[in-house]
């Protein structure tokens, strides 16, 4: 496998982990994330619901390199209706071993019953790229408070290192304060990401 | 058989302020506040009330409370407050439902910056003295 084609992989579910970028105020979020290529761990802090920063710290297990990054996400506008929320965040991340950095947009608006999101980000690293993606997403049953939540998704990617679009399914648990969100695609297999809030 | 024990639950609503007084009409279920319609979930309110005495609920309205995950800081925000009793959110109706201890004088402005601090926005609420 080419480093290209692993970079590819690995950046391929990168964008798992930006489900709600920020808690409410005095929130923390830790978040957990691992598949065949990487496993990651994500924590962040709330002061207000307007913006949060975190660490991560990441385990590349394709060449075996650890990394850390400090990430600060900030919400830009927020739009609040009786049935629907609409949100629109600054994310970036600075590499705590290098210069790399992260910057970008990321965009949602939701129902109980669907949901559509979108990211975009500029990434400086070994090789400077773009990534974005689009999410769509329906609730196949509308639950209460405090029952299993369950969200049926289809996410199409595409960076400017091969240009090539993926598309592939995930699922999303939510119960409490605890989220499990799956997905697969042949060439990755299974990728497991759990966040729990606090 | 469910409409009997909502007759009977309501009899226990104490009616203390003229301003906040409850109506109860048996033959729909429906609750009203000054003749206003409460649109609250009988099951769940009544669920809600049980084991409630010498309280005040607050029931408030709230925009972008679409999803459990996203409310949660709602409840954790709120029971925080000494006075506070007990917390329910209503997803499909968008409330919010706070029991305080009677002594307390509730202030929507202050409901208002504790649902700000979790992202949405409180709208208008309503009183009602258990």
């Known amino acids: 496998m080419g480093i290209l084609s692993k970079i590819f992989i690995l950046l391929f579910f990168y964008n798992f982990i930006e489900a709600r970028p920020i808690s409410y105020s005095g929130g923390h979020t830790l978040m957990h994330f691992n598949d065949s290529m990487k496993e990651s761990i994500y924590y962040h802090f709330s002061p207000t619901y307007k913006y949060s920063i975190g660490l991560e710290t990441l385990n590349n297990k394709e060449f075996g390199k650890h990394e850390s990054n400090i990430r600060f996400t900030y919400l830009i506008n927020r739009q609040n209706t009786k049935n629907s929320q609409r949100n629109l965040y600054f994310q970036s991340a600075v590499s705590a071993n290098d210069n790399n950095y992260i910057y970008g947009i990321h965009g949602d608006w939701e129902t109980r019953r669907y949901f559509v999101g979108f990211d975009y980000k500029e990434v400086k690293n070994i090789i400077d790229y773009s990534d974005k993606y689009v999410q769509i997403g329906m609730a196949p049953y509308l639950g209460e408070y405090d029952d299993l939540h369950t969200w049926l998704m289809i996410k199409t990617k595409k960076n400017s290192i091969n240009n090539k679009q993926i598309t592939y399914p995930v699922i999303k648990f939510f119960k409490g304060s605890a989220l499990l969100e799956l997905g697969y695609h042949k060439k990755t297999d299974w990728d497991v990401h759990l966040m729990y809030r606090f | ?130």
Do not use: P, W
Request: glycine letters at 6%; proline letters at 0%; hydrophobic letters at 40%.
């Open chain 2, 1 to 130: 058989m469910i409409r009997l024990l909502f007759l009977f639950f309501s009899i226990n609503f104490i009616y203390s302020d003229k301003d906040n007084d409850i109506h109860h009409l048996s033959h729909n279920h429906e609750i009203y506040v000054q003749g206003e319609k409460l649109e609250v979930d009988q099951k769940r309110f009544k669920s809600f009330l049980d084991g409630l005495s010498d309280s005040q609920v607050a029931i408030v309205n709230v925009n972008g409370m679409v999803c459990d995950f996203c409310a949660r800081g709602i409840e954790k925000t709120f029971v925080r407050d000494g006075a506070v009793k007990k917390v329910d959110v209503d997803l499909e109706r968008g409330k919010v439902l706070i029991a305080y201890s009677k002594e307390k004088e509730i202030d929507f402005e202050e409901i208002k910056s504790k649902i700000l601090a979790n992202g949405q926005n409180a709208i208008d609420f309503t009183i009602l003295n258990i």
